[in-house]
């Protein structure tokens, strides 16, 4: 994937990573770029700090004739759409006791809003023969959120669907990313970190936190070179190895990591 005269989506597109995808596309030459967000204005202003490149747009992921409507308009408008990020995410600190409404909201969000994406935009990847979907999953999705059981369990159903997507249309000329940092300076961090949820507090003591810039610059990268795991914390490809070979000893690692923690709170 050249970034260069493509046309891109980046939904969750108002802040944080969205964002810098869109500033650094933006740098690489794209042609146009939609900011799309369930915050309609930030991402106007968002778009509007990028230039007139960019453009931006309300969105709810969850709602799949919204997400249809929105590719038919950025195709009409310009052609085709080379490049879908599916951005959009959200936490919830919660646990197995979080209320039905969090892991409704985690699942639409964090998995529907990706098959809704792909439902839409790869009919007209695969007439061209060509396109590529970024699916923003989360290092939690390959290893474990600990403290927050809807956004573990809805990010390991997005590297599933990215992973069926892979396979399924690569040989029709489609490529598929799945993103999966772990630790980014974004509201969603700083406010879990605020509110004291374990998970946050868990992946600050995990390893460095990146900027959504340079996660940006990562992808960039991943999309050259068509990597399916595009890990902006290089680590976390030896924690999932480490994981797969010894699960009993992972899990007891996190164990020791969380008591540590909430021994700090006494």
Known sequence: MNLTDRVVVITGGAGGIGAALGRRFAAEGAAAIVLADLAADAARAAADAIGPV?????????????????????????????????????????????????????WRVNVLGHLHSARAVLPGMLSRGQGHLLLTCSAAGVLTAVGDAPYTATKHAAVGLAEWLAITYRDAGIRVSALCPQGVDTPMLADGLAEGHLGARVIAAS????TPDQVADVVVAGL?????????????????????????GWQAGLRKLVRKLRAADR
């Open 54 to 106: 960019a453009s931006g747009v309300g969105l709810d992921v969850t709602d799949e004739a919204a997400v249809r409507a929105l590719v038919e308009e950025t195709e009409r408008r310009h052609g085709r759409i080379d490049l879908f990020c599916a951005n959009a995410g959200v936490a919830t600190g919660g646990g197995i006791d979080a209320p039905d409404a969090d892991w409704d909201r985690a």
């Open 207 to 210: 390893g460095a936190i990146l």
């Open 224 to 248: 050259a070179e068509e990597r399916f795991l595009i890990l902006p914390h290089p680590e976390v490809a030896d924690y999932a190895r480490r994981r797969a070979e010894d699960p009993d």
